[in-house]
């Protein structure tokens, strides 16, 4: 079964909390996609992971790109796994489907953001009901995730 992870965005931007997280499932080896609603914003985080940090690499690419079937990070609106993850992230409230064929799935949240906050309680109450293992992360003051479900 699919572990579902929820990340609760309440001290941090997604811009400087989802970075740590696909580095350490690259660490891992594993393909990740992360899929968003609009194509404005996957083009702003295709931007932004190249610049992050002035001393990291994250390889990533588009599902825009030529060779978007082999990246290790694939920014994308579609629900398409092309490059085969085992691992997706739903950001801004991207709709999640087909989420048993990946390893693990990661919604991460602006806690900020009502239409985010309700659509991550909709999903949370959706997949429980199916079953699925849960586990949900909320921001401490200093920004690290602290486990509270």
Excluded: C
């Amino acid at each position: 079964m699919t572990d579902v992870l929820f990340y609760h965005l309440t001290e941090s931007k997604l811009e400087d909390a989802l970075p740590p997280l696909i580095d350490k499932s690259v660490e891992r080896g594993w393909q990740v996609a992360i899929q968003t609603r609009e194509q404005a914003r996957r083009d702003a985080l295709d931007t932004h992971l190249w610049t992050y940090r002035e001393d990291s690499f994250l390889p990533h690419g588009t599902d825009e790109s030529e060779m978007a079937d082999r990246q290790p990070v694939l920014l994308t609106v579609s629900a398409d796994n092309l490059n085969n993850a085992s691992v997706r992230f739903f950001i801004d409230g991207a709709e999640a489907s087909d989420i048993d064929t990946y390893q693990r799935v990661v919604f991460i949240f602006d806690g900020y953001d009502q239409e985010q906050l309700e659509g991550a309680r909709a999903q949370w109450k959706k997949l429980k009901g199916e079953g699925h293992n849960l586990t949900y992360w909320q921001q401490t003051q200093e920004g690290r995730w602290e486990k509270k479900a």
